[in-house]
């Protein structure tokens, strides 16, 4: 039995000779069927980089959709759950055909604003103008904004010299740092 959540992935005939066998796995028949119907999408499809040369007369385009409904019936003809599977190529297929139209009318975008939605959008998109303050360098204090910031910027009035200070390197000792931990982990203390 063949499970539900199995990915399906596109296979190529490897042999002219091996046809008549491979054709055989029902697998391997959704494969085939569903890139003759994707080729069969191109060829009656508007697409606007196709070559003119391949333009399709009247007769051939009857032969494909002929062709196009004999697979879709030997689609769902074929197990597992093949009426489930035509449904979902061709919901594929309809998407890539809407693709296919919005590459032809040259990507347009996908958003449809009205105009009193697009000038809306430009007006509140108009830069809001700062006043930026100079900063006082005589002062021994400097205002960042922030009340915590500023805090932290003024503990010491030299921050480069803060920094470099001696009190400042320093490697905690091991036993000290994992003290707590090791208290925690006797079996004495009850935890």
Known sequence: QVAKEEAYFAKFLTSERLLTLQILDSNFRRHILVQILTLFQYLTGDVKFRPNKLVL???R????RDTTNNIYS??????PDGPSFVKHIKSVLKYEEKWSMWKNDGCPSLTKASDKTKQQQQQQQKPVRRTVRPMDLSSDKFDLGNSTLT???NICPDNLAACQD???????DTYKFYEECIEL???????
């Open 57 to 59: 007369s009247e007769p």
């Open 61 to 64: 385009k009857f032969w494909i």
């Open 74 to 79: 030997i689609l769902s003809d074929t197990p």
């Open 151 to 153: 805090d932290l910027w």
């Open 166 to 172: 001696s009190n400042r390197n320093f490697t905690p």
């Open 185 to 191: 982990l006797e079996p004495d203390s009850g935890v």
